[in-house]
C-alpha cells in the first residue's frame, strides 16, 4: 500500500472544494458504518462480511483482515486531506495569508462532508504499531504543511502568535473536531462552518484581521446567515 502524500498541486479529480458521493469498496464501506457504529473493538469479521453479504473467506480475499480495513480507510481519509490541502494551497499561489485561509477551508470541508471517514480518526488507538506510525507521518505531513505557512507568515508580519507550532496543532484539533459534531440538517452548512472555522483559526495565529474584521479575502466582514433547516422551522398553526 502505498503511504506516500501525493505530491500533486493539482485537485485529484474535482476542485477542492467539490464533495460528490463517496466511493468506496463496498466491504470498506460497511466496515466503515460498523466502525462507527460499534467501535473497531466492537465490530467482528463476520459483523462486516454479513452486512457486504459475502462469506468471511470472501472478505479475506480482498482485504487480509479487520487491521487491514481499518488502516485503508484512515490512510484513504487523510490522504484526501492532504490533496485538496495541497490543491488549496497551490491555489492560493505564494501569499501565506490566502493559502493559510485556504488549508483550513480544506480541511474543515473535509471533515464535514465526510464526517463518517474522517470520525474513524478516533480509533488511531486500535491501529497496530506499523499501520499507527504511517497514519501519523501523514498526520504530520499535513500539520507540518500548516506550520510553514503560518512561519512564513510571520517572517512577513502577517501573523504574530509568539508559539507557531501550539497554534497550528490547536487549529488542527479544532477543524478537526467538526467530525464530531457537524449535522447535515444542522443550522449551519459545511461552507459556513468552514468560514466560521478560518476566522477562528485567523485568531489563534495572531491575524489582526480576525479581531478587526479587516479581512482582505474571501470572507466579508459580516457572517453568512444561520440556515434554519426545514425540520427546525415552526410549523405553521392550523386555521380555526
Known amino acids: 500500500m502505498n503511504t506516500a502524500p501525493s505530491q500533486d498541486t493539482t485537485p485529484p479529480a474535482e476542485h477542492w472544494r467539490s464533495y460528490g458521493p463517496l466511493t468506496l469498496h463496498p466491504i470498506l464501506t460497511h466496515a466503515m458504518e460498523a466502525f462507527n457504529e460499534h467501535g473497531y473493538h466492537g465490530t467482528s469479521v463476520r459483523d462486516i462480511a454479513g452486512r457486504v453479504g459475502v462469506t468471511v473467506p470472501a472478505l479475506y480475499y480482498h482485504y487480509e483482515n479487520k487491521q487491514a480495513l481499518l488502516a485503508t480507510l484512515l490512510e484513504t481519509s487523510i490522504k484526501d486531506v492532504l490533496d485538496r490541502c495541497r490543491a488549496a494551497s497551490g491555489e492560493a499561489g505564494d501569499d501565506p495569508l490566502a493559502r493559510f485561509c485556504g488549508m483550513v ?37 499535513l500539520e507540518h504543511m500548516l506550520l510553514d505557512t503560518v512561519e512564513e507568515g510571520r517572517a512577513q508580519g502577517v501573523f504574530t502568535t509568539p508559539i507557531p507550532a501550539d497554534a497550528v496543532r490547536s487549529v488542527l484539533v479544532m477543524c478537526q473536531g467538526v467530525a464530531n ?23 489563534t495565529v495572531g491575524h489582526p484581521g480576525a479581531v478587526t474584521g479587516d479581512l482582505p479575502f474571501p470572507f466579508p466582514r459580516h457572517s453568512s446567515p444561520v440556515r434554519t433547516p426545514a425540520s427546525r422551522r415552526s410549523a405553521p398553526r392550523a386555521s380555526g
Do not use: C, K
Open 105 to 141: 477551508e480544506s480541511i474543515v470541508l473535509s471533515m464535514a462532508h465526510r464526517r463518517q471517514l474522517a470520525f474513524l480518526d478516533t480509533e488511531i488507538r486500535s491501529l497496530e504499531s506499523r499501520n499507527r506510525e504511517r497514519y501519523v507521518a501523514l498526520r504530520d505531513y
Open 181 to 203: 459534531w457537524f449535522r447535515e440538517d444542522g443550522p449551519l452548512t459545511a461552507e459556513e462552518v468552514a468560514r466560521r472555522h478560518v476566522l477562528l483559526s485567523l485568531g
